[in-house]
């Protein structure tokens, strides 16, 4: 078996360091997950963990990019399929019922957050990572529904409708599939809204 480049055993390093912190953050929470346990059960040492990453903040904030750019990618190719408006309304939403069950984003980041403000530390960074999300999401539906919006509705702001209802909120603990039944209603709403300040274009039922 060929020895890895320097390069590429660095990458997989970084790779299961990232594995691991998301494992034990899910586990103990961000604030009860250490750097310790995050090298250690990736089978590595700190300082392994800091040739990769500067402190906890900061693995965890490329774990969200991560998740966050996955969004993105994925939801441009799934919907990228689809030609009816109600096709696509119905496989995002069975998309948010399955990125929902995965509750561990939104409340990781929901911590980050509160405490990067009670720290004085929330900046540029923490807010462009779910700026970038948002957007990127909401102009994908504006796109592909043909929506013509209203101020001060924009993509970043239906992007985040749509990411609110998949990880975050009330919705992540009631019954299963509500999330994707309120994205469904939300968008289905925001259709017809728009087609009906289209004049000649009708809503499809």
Not at 13 to 29: D, P
Not at 68 to 87: F, H, I, N, R, S
Not at 161 to 184: C, H, Q, W
Request: aromatic share 8%; hydrophobic share 40%; glycine share 10%.
């Amino acid at each position: 078996m060929a020895r890895l480049t320097r390069e590429q055993s660095q990458a997989r390093t970084k790779e299961k360091l990232l594995a691991s912190a998301y494992e034990v953050m899910a586990r103990y929470g961000y604030a009860g997950a250490s750097i310790e346990r995050i090298a250690e059960e990736a089978g590595y040492s700190k300082g392994a963990f800091y040739s990769n990453f500067a402190n906890k903040e900061d693995i965890f904030l490329q774990l969200l990019a991560g998740n966050a750019g996955g969004d993105v990618v994925q939801l441009t190719e799934l919907l990228g399929k689809c030609d009816d408006p109600m096709d696509l309304i119905d496989v995002l939403a069975t998309w948010a019922n399955n990125r929902g069950d995965d509750r561990k984003w939104g409340m990781l980041a929901i911590e980050l957050l509160r405490m990067a403000q009670h720290d004085h530390t929330l900046g540029d960074r923490h807010i462009k990572l779910f700026r970038d999300q948002w957007e990127g999401v909401g102009k994908i539906l504006i796109d592909k529904l043909d929506l013509v919006m209203q101020p001060p509705a924009s993509p970043f702001y239906i992007g985040g409708i749509v990411l609110e209802l998949t990880y975050g909120g009330i919705s992540s603990f009631l019954k299963d599939g509500a999330p994707g039944d309120m994205v469904r209603v939300v968008l289905r709403d925001m259709y017809r809204s728009s087609r009906a300040t289209t004049p000649g274009v009708p809503a499809k039922a």
